[in-house]
């Protein structure tokens, strides 16, 4: 498949998002601002498969970044900042999903996503895009960030099992069912040669 | 002896652990197991196509950044302002309370202004209940945000349509509390959702909707 460019910007080595994480507890609001737009991306997608509503995205995103300015000195480096950061946004969107506990339909997740591929590119993503978008609305909440946690924001099962606090094969067997559905929703619009 | 892995087993793992294959993170025993059973599985490795597939298309897009640093910035420094200046006020009133003779005078105005605020309260209480008047305004039990295209004749055709009325807002978040008989909110939720002109409608007080 050709390769469409990323409009994300490259990731910050772990090393330097614990430098960062150092100067936020020495209360450097700079190096939390630089922190901040390192997650902000990452946790607004993250959020907006938990609870699928703009404002709560804003809100939880909003809280969880709260936690971390208040609260940088309680992480001790046991596991991965990212894992810290995500597990704190992942209960914060639970908290929201009990208080909003029925979803509604909201405007396709894509009017919301930077939108720079080639001209030429546009029509065969554009199916396997849109394709994918659905067949994540088809699946479940937890589903659906297992799926953004491995795929997007690249961690290991053990670490979305630490985030979502639950057992590995829990991890697992979410992932296994959900990319099951999502074959059978997205197999027509794959690339023929696949 | 131990149990020799069934070949099926091993596929069932590998397959399961083929999505953190395709993204790298997994550790050198299970990468091993997923690179031995890829050697000999057609069908895990069509799987890993697909996977590559989903990791690429799923990385492909993101969601684009606003302006929540400036929000969240200043929530981190006004509440510190706010904060200290209320604890600082309370640190000195309760400092000055205990001061026994401030305590005991203060005890003493504080009876006063009961008493004193009972009696005046009896005296302009009429001796009369009027009928019809100073009805409380009906509670609001749903809450409706307006996509921000829609104009004003949208939104009160969106209210007409729904039966509710207008209990308050806009609030910070350009959310409108309404009002609508209990026994029809269902039925107005349901009208609300239904324009292209509300984002969200949800009822507020915590019974279904």
């Not at chain 1, 554009?126 to 946690?149: C, G, P, W």
Request: proline residues 7%.
């Amino acid at each position: 498949m050709a390769s469409r460019p990323r409009t994300d910007t490259a990731r910050p080595s772990g090393l330097e998002e614990l430098e960062l994480l150092d100067r936020v507890r020495a209360r450097d609001l700079h190096a939390f601002e630089r922190l901040y737009r390192i997650y902000q991306p990452r946790l607004a997608r993250f959020l907006f498969n938990l609870v699928q509503r703009p404002q709560l995205v804003e809100e939880v995103l909003d809280d969880t970044m709260m936690v971390v300015w208040q609260t940088a000195e309680r992480f001790r480096g046991t596991s991965k900042l990212s894992t810290w950061i995500f597990a704190i946004a992942y209960r914060k969107a639970l908290k929201a999903r009990i208080r909003w506990p029925d979803p509604v339909p909201d405007e396709p997740f894509d009017t919301r996503v930077s939108s720079d591929p080639g001209p030429d590119e546009q029509l065969q993503h554009r199916h396997l895009h849109d394709a994918l978008i659905a067949a994540m609305d088809q699946l479940s909440a937890d589903h659906r960030a297992v799926v953004d946690l491995t795929y997007f924001q690249g961690l290991g099962y053990r670490e979305i099992a630490e985030v979502m606090n639950c057992p590995v094969d829990t991890v697992k067997t979410r992932m296994f069912h959900a990319r099951r559905r999502l074959k059978q929703v997205i197999s027509g619009s794959l690339p023929d040669w696949l | 002896m131990p149990n020799p892995v069934r070949p099926e087993d091993a596929h069932d793992e590998a397959e399961e652990l083929l999505p953190w294959y395709a993204t790298g993170q997994l550790d050198p025993t299970d990468q091993a197991l997923v690179e031995h059973h890829l050697s000999t599985c057609a069908r895990c490795q069509r799987q890993l196509g697909l996977e590559r597939v989903l990791v690429e298309e799923f990385r492909s897009f993101t969601p684009e950044v606003d302006t929540g640093w400036t929000r969240l910035r200043d929530r981190i420094e006004s509440p510190a302002r706010t904060r200290s200046s209320v604890a600082g006020i309370a640190t000195q009133i309760w400092q000055a309370l205990n001061r026994p003779a401030v305590a005991t005078l203060a005890i003493a105005q504080l009876a006063f202004v009961i008493v004193s605020g009972s009696i005046l309260l009896s005296l302009s209480r009429p001796a009369y209940q009027a009928l019809g008047t100073s009805e409380a305004p009906p509670a609001a039990n749903v809450l409706v945000i307006f996509r921000p295209d829609a104009t004003e004749a949208d939104i009160r055709g969106a209210l007409r349509g729904s039966g509710a009325s207008l209990v308050g807002g806009p609030t910070a978040a350009n959310a409108y509390l309404l009002h609508v008989p209990a026994d029809r909110r269902r039925a107005a939720l349901a009208s609300l959702r239904s324009t292209g002109d509300v984002q969200m409608a949800e009822p507020i007080d915590g019974a279904g909707g």
